[in-house]
Each structure stands twice: as structure tokens, then as C-alpha cells.
């Protein structure tokens, strides 16, 4: 079975956010690096990396259906954040907005009958439960231990750990 123009052009737009997604973990990690909390720098170059493979996979995905991929443009990140929490609360509420792209791309591909993209999606539904439940666990940590630099500092060191 063809995929359909329409999958294709979403699947084409998750491309899109994953690399967006990519760029934004970058510039969080630039952020911790420059105010010297690298392990929260290592934990969210690794979700850069993460994200960087997402794209990928979509990429690889639409060559092995013989559609057309298009490399889209970046946008450009936020830079400034007011403390470690804040930059946590943003990751999570970005994973979120994913979570519902990703449900979006079930959502046509149960309406098209488009089995093999179904199939596809399962691995990125269950890497977004895994995705929202690792930044919410950081949020919670931080806001339960507080914004003492001692404190970041014991999360700091339990993220450089990933």
C-alpha cells in the first residue's frame, strides 16, 4: 500500500519538530554549560542526540515507503532561562506538546487504515511516555528539593550520570 500525500506531508512536519526539538535541547545544554552545571549540560546533549535520531528514524521511515523527504528549516531556540527549574518545566511542557504531535500521526494513520505507519508510531508513543515521565521526574525533584545551589547541585550530579 502507497503511504498517502497527507502522511507523508506530516511525517514530513514531525521531521520538522524533531530537529526543532534537537536544536532546542542543544541551546538548554548551552545554557547549563555556561552557567556551570554540567551534568544538566550531559543530560540535555544526550536528549539532543535523542532527538537528532527521532528525525532519522521519520527520515529512514519515508525512504523505505519511497516518499519524498524534505529537510526543513530550524527555528531559532530560546537562550535565557530563569533558573534550572524553569529550564526542566520547559523541556516538559515541550515533550508534551510532542507527546500530542505524535497522537496527531496515529490519529491519520488509524483514519487512513495505514497499518504499516501504526506499526511505526507504537516505538515513538512509548518513547514520549519515557520522555514525559524522565522530565517530570526532574521538575518534581527540583521543585521539591528547592532552588538552594546546593541542591541543583546534587541534581546536577545525578544527571551528569546518564
Known amino acids: ?57 521519520f527520515i529512514a521511515y519515508l525512504y523505505e515507503r519511497g516518499a519524498r523527504v524534505i529537510i526543513p528549516e530550524i527555528a531559532k531556540p530560546k537562550e535565557t ?35 504499516a505507519t501504526q506499526s511505526m508510531l507504537k516505538w515513538f508513543v512509548d518513547e514520549q511516555m519515557e520522555e514525559e515521565d524522565n522530565t517530570s521526574s526532574i521538575v518534581s525533584k527540583l521543585e521539591f528539593l528547592g532552588s538552594d545551589k546546593h541542591h541543583v547541585y546534587i541534581v546536577d550530579r545525578e544527571l551528569a550520570a546518564r
Do not use: C, P
Open 1 to 57: 500500500m502507497k503511504i498517502s500525500d497527507a502522511m507523508v506531508a506530516a511525517i514530513n512536519d514531525q521531521i520538522k519538530a524533531e530537529f526543532d526539538s534537537a536544536y532546542i535541547y542543544l541551546a538548554m545544554s548551552s545554557y547549563f554549560k555556561a552557567e556551570g552545571l554540567d551534568g544538566m549540560a550531559h543530560w540535555m546533549k544526550k536528549q539532543y542526540n535523542e532527538e537528532i535520531e527521532h528525525a532519522e528514524k
Open 81 to 115: 532561562y530563569e533558573n534550572a527549574l524553569d529550564v526542566f518545566k520547559t523541556s516538559y511542557a515541550h515533550e508534551q506538546y510532542v507527546t500530542s504531535r505524535i497522537y496527531k500521526l496515529v490519529d491519520l494513520a488509524v483514519s487512513e487504515k495505514d497499518y
